[in-house]
């Protein structure tokens, strides 16, 4: 829906989920977690690219960016926060719009997700266990200079 015609309570709901569920669980864990300890918040490429007609979704995604800059402020050197902006993933999230979009452009599922993948660099959709690799890192050891950062984890989606 476009925000002319948007219902603000519904952009409420996006907050309450996407940003506001993250503040809490960082308010929650921080005070309890270990020097040295780390905390990666999930994300989506829309921050930094508005899908149209998705304008409470991004910018409640833009608004967990600011969160993990935030907090990496508020929280080191204790803490580490970063992020990571996932594109496309396969999985039930992607599976449940597949249906209506391919509808929509004149295509089968299986078309519209070779499609997908096609317009990617590594031309497949990234899989939960190819996204999970990026969180460890910036989980572990090997990450202990980066703070306050967000890891594009697409696919190769924005260089296309």
């Known amino acids: 829906m476009r925000l002319a015609e948007a219902d603000p309570q519904v952009w409420q709901q996006v907050?309450?989920?996407?940003?506001?569920?993250?503040m809490h669980l960082v308010q929650a864990g921080a005070p309890v977690m270990s020097p040295g300890s780390s905390i990666v918040l999930v994300n989506s490429g829309a921050a930094l690219r508005n899908p149209p007609t998705m304008g409470a979704y991004a910018a409640s995604k833009a608004a967990l960016a600011g969160l993990v800059r935030t907090a990496a402020l508020e929280l080191g050197p204790k803490v580490?926060?970063?992020?990571?902006?996932?594109?496309?993933?396969?999985?039930?999230?992607?599976?449940?719009?597949?249906?209506?979009?391919?509808?929509?452009?004149?295509?089968?599922?299986?078309?519209?997700?070779?499609?997908?993948?096609?317009?990617?660099?590594?031309?497949?959709?990234?899989?939960?266990?190819?996204?999970?690799?990026?969180?460890?890192?910036?989980?572990?050891?090997?990450?202990?200079?980066?703070?306050?950062?967000?890891?594009?984890?697409?696919?190769?989606?924005?260089?296309?």
Do not use: K, M
Not at 15 to 22: K, R
Not at 87 to 109: I, N
């Open 80 to 160: 580490r926060v970063n992020g990571v902006y996932l594109g496309p993933v396969t999985g039930e999230s992607l599976d449940a719009g597949a249906a209506a979009t391919a509808a929509a452009q004149g295509v089968s599922v299986e078309e519209f997700f070779r499609q997908r993948a096609a317009d990617l660099p590594i031309r497949h959709i990234p899989t939960p266990e190819e996204c999970a690799g990026p969180v460890l890192f910036l989980s572990s050891h090997l990450a202990a200079a980066v703070t306050g950062q967000h890891l594009a984890v697409n696919g190769g989606q924005w260089v296309t």
């Open 15 to 22: 907050f309450e989920v996407n940003f506001f569920g993250a």
